[in-house]
């Protein structure tokens, strides 16, 4: 994407009402959204997280079939999600919103006990040992996720990284957290959730056409 594209990109998400675009400053001396979002959607429905959200296909895909659910997604690159941000205003999805932050300030974001899940879907698996602590899934960010999430809250990692899959499966099992259903190749497991196959992100489909196998694990933190 030329660097034109993506100010004009950057410029239009400052006009969007479901975009949110807060300094690092700015949460550190505490976010006014912080224990309010039901004040930015004006419910009290439930909120759902996709981190590292990319163009936001997984969050308005869900927004759509879930009307009285409210999702947010998150991630650092505004020209990505710069497209589901646009889709959902096209579209009047009211139960959808952007934030451009790191996903290590999640729990200067949101209170305890305010998210009710969080999807996680095809990380950068950051396979080197030196990159251990930017995988979203390391002991660090769980404890973030626990911190945000209802008591019986739930995770999904959705990744075509069969290191990340195994890597993450280990700590769950080795932490002693819930791990509720966890496959290798959802898409070839009839058991497969719906919700999981049911919404592909763009690269998700190319995978698929290669045969290259999806993983999933869905589970809870405990502590």
């Known amino acids: 994407m030329g660097s034109k594209n993506k100010l004009k990109r950057f410029r239009e998400n400052e006009t969007f009402s479901n975009v949110i675009q807060p300094t690092r400053e700015e949460l550190l001396n505490g976010s006014p959204l912080k224990g309010n979002w039901h004040t930015h959607f004006n419910n009290n429905n439930p909120i759902v997280l996709e981190l590292g959200c990319g163009k936001g296909e997984y969050t308005i895909d869900l927004a759509r079939k879930n009307p009285n659910i409210n999702y947010i997604g998150i991630d650092l690159k505004g020209s990505r999600f710069w497209r589901g941000a646009k889709t959902a205003l096209e579209e009047n999805l009211t139960n959808v919103a952007f934030i451009r932050t790191q996903i290590e300030l999640i729990d200067l974001l949101f209170n305890e006990n305010e998210v009710t899940e969080i999807w996680i879907t095809f990380p950068d698996p950051q396979i080197k040992y030196t990159r251990t602590k930017h995988r979203l899934t390391n002991a660090e960010f769980l404890k973030k996720y626990h911190h945000v999430l209802i008591s019986d809250g739930i995770v999904n990692l959705k990744t075509d ?57 869905k589970f809870r933190i405990r502590y």
């Open 161 to 217: 990284s069969e290191f990340m899959h195994g890597y993450t499966l280990g700590l769950l099992h080795g932490a002693g957290h819930d791990v509720i259903y966890a496959h290798h190749d959802i898409y070839k497991n009839p058991h497969t959730p719906i919700e999981v196959t049911s919404t592909q992100t763009f690269y998700e489909s190319q995978y698929l056409e290669k045969g290259k196998p999806i993983t999933y694990i």
